[in-house]
T-cell receptor, first 117, second 114 residues
Framework: AQKVTQAQTEISVVEKEDVTLDCVYE???????LFWYKQPPSGELVFLIR??????QNEISGRYSWNFQKSTSSFNFTITASQVVDSAVYFC??????????????FGTGTLLAVQP | DTEVTQTPKHLVMGMTNKKSLKCEQH?????MYWYKQKAKKPPELMFV???????INESVPSRFSPECPNSSLLNLHLHALQPEDSALYLC?????????????FGPGTRLLVL
């Protein structure tokens, strides 16, 4: 069965600290995609990154970086020099193809990140 | 532009009311989704439309009735809801050309059923 685990329910850091959000997934598929979304208090889910199972290169986008390791089934997300605006719930998700060129997102339970000024 | 819009932003309704939620995208996407999200929980898939046809219904009660009148518009008709249906309802869309495309979400409608 497909499953995503985000063991950290809540994390609190002080501004400018680095923080890593953990994501562990389970799947029997050889081809799969992983996503990270950010959900600020306003409610909208904001897409951050999409990574396929064949690309294990780490990715960096500004203060954000992602570490994908198939050997440990992990796709961790690091925010460098955190800012108050980073405060949100972050969801890791695994994509399951369901036909008709559509997919079903299997979400983790989310990690609430609170960045204190 | 990756914008999905949803109206209304907030909705309060009684258990005997009939209301509709609206979702719109102008990105040329051909797959659209409805999700329900309870407080402090991840979103749960309700319905999937592919090329204006319902392809997935995740065993959603019939008091929720989706409709896709055209490729840009997705509605969710609500009737005889229960207080436990109070939640954030999120719409999303994806291109509809491949199996693992990114879903782009709208801001959601916060529904309160009294």
């Amino acid at each position: 069965a497909q499953k995503v685990t985000q063991a950290q329910t809540e994390i609190s850091v002080v501004e400018k600290e680095d923080v890593t959000l953990d994501c562990v997934y389970e799947t029997r598929d050889t081809t799969y995609y992983l996503f990270w979304y950010k959900q600020p208090p306003s409610g909208e889910l904001v897409f951050l990154i999409r990574r396929n199972s064949f690309d294990e290169q780490n990715e960096i986008s500004g203060r954000y970086s992602w570490n994908f390791q198939k050997s440990t089934s992990s796709f961790n997300f690091t925010i460098t020099a955190s800012q108050v605006v980073d405060s949100a719930v972050y969801f890791c998700a695994l994509s399951e193809a369901v036909g008709g060129a559509t997919n079903k997102l299997i979400f983790g339970t989310g990690t609430l990140l609170a960045v204190q000024p | 532009d990756t914008e999905v819009t949803q109206t209304p932003k907030h909705l309060v309704m009684g258990m005997t009311n009939k209301k509709s939620l609206k979702c719109e995208q102008h990105m040329g996407h051909r797959a659209m989704y409805w999700y329900k999200q309870k407080a402090k929980k991840p979103p749960e898939l309700m319905f999937v439309y592919s090329y204006e046809k319902l392809s997935i219904n995740e065993s959603v009660p019939s008091r929720f009735s989706p409709e896709c009148p055209n490729s840009s518009l997705l509605n969710l008709h609500l009737h005889a809801l229960q207080p436990e249906d109070s939640a954030l309802y999120l719409c999303a869309s994806s291109q509809g050309r491949g199996d693992w495309e990114t879903q782009y979400f709208g801001p959601g409608t916060r529904l309160l059923v009294l």
